[in-house]
């Protein structure tokens, strides 16, 4: 992108209204950085390699699943396993931003990935329901993904320079658990959503004595059946009350 359609991109209303959106989860993605980049240096990284991660992964599920298994010394592939995990649903995510952005060049889409999060698809996908190319749909994702970059960076890094500085004794653990915990509420919407959660977390809890933190890929497996089973028992549902709704109209028409 040129300088002066970079200006006029920042400018743009949709782009600010991007920003503003994203500033009320800011706080708690905030909360989470600092807590990650903490516990990247506490675990043993160091500090270059710690901002390397940061800057390059840009998954804080991700790093905070990996980081006891490397820590561990696990071997490598399920280090690669867990976090492949944790990041699929990008993959749901980007199949649902391909309806907006197909047109765009594979660089910028590429961009688009990179920068793409939970709570920017949440806010993205509330303000446009319609998958449909729209001219406010990219200032709009910038506005936000900016936001949410700075304030996931920022607090990163802090916390992986100042990690030898910040006592355990703060709780920060604590904190970060309260902050996703307030990010993953403000995403819950649909039945399906809450089922997969609370499966999620039964399952955490029930193989939490597997070794490797391997809890997590079983908790990871079962919400996403569940989800599953929950998406697809609403489908059949709905098209049954479909049938039944046609039927019907075709006793009354007769």
């Given at each position: ?157 802090a916390g992986i320079i100042l990690a030898n500085a910040i006592p355990l004794s703060w709780g920060l653990g ?49 919400a996403v059946a569940a989800g599953l089973a929950m998406e697809s028992g609403e489908r059949a549902l709905r ?16």
């Amino acid at each position: 992108m040129n300088l002066p359609a970079l200006r006029a991109q920042l400018r743009d209303p949709s782009f600010r209204q991007g920003a503003s959106d994203m500033l009320g989860a800011g706080l708690g993605v905030g909360a989470w950085g600092l807590v990650t980049g903490v516990a990247m240096v506490k675990g043993g990284m160091s500090t270059p390699l710690a901002l390397f991660m940061s800057l390059t992964v840009y998954a804080g599920s991700a790093q905070l699943a990996v980081l006891p298994l490397m820590a561990a010394g696990a071997p490598l592939w399920v280090i690669w396993l867990t976090a492949s995990c944790v990041n699929l649903r990008f993959v749901i995510f980007s199949s649902m931003w391909r309806s907006y952005f197909a047109h765009l060049p594979r660089r910028r889409r590429m961009a688009l990935g990179y920068f793409s999060g939970d709570v920017i698809f949440v806010s993205f996908m509330k303000r446009y329901p319609r998958p449909e190319p729209e001219a406010t749909q990219l200032p709009y994702f910038w506005g936000a993904a900016t936001t949410n970059w700075l304030a996931w960076q920022i607090p990163s890094v802090a916390g992986i320079i100042l990690a030898n500085a910040i006592p355990l004794s703060w709780g920060l653990g604590f904190a970060g658990v309260l902050a996703l915990l307030g990010i993953l509420l403000s995403m819950l919407g649909e039945r399906s959503s809450w089922l997969a959660t609370a499966v999620a977390g039964s399952a955490a809890v029930a193989a939490f004595a597997l070794p490797l933190k391997l809890n997590i890929l079983v908790a990871i497996a079962a919400a996403v059946a569940a989800g599953l089973a929950m998406e697809s028992g609403e489908r059949a549902l709905r098209r049954a009350r479909i049938r039944l709704a046609r039927g019907g109209d075709d006793e009354g028409d007769a």
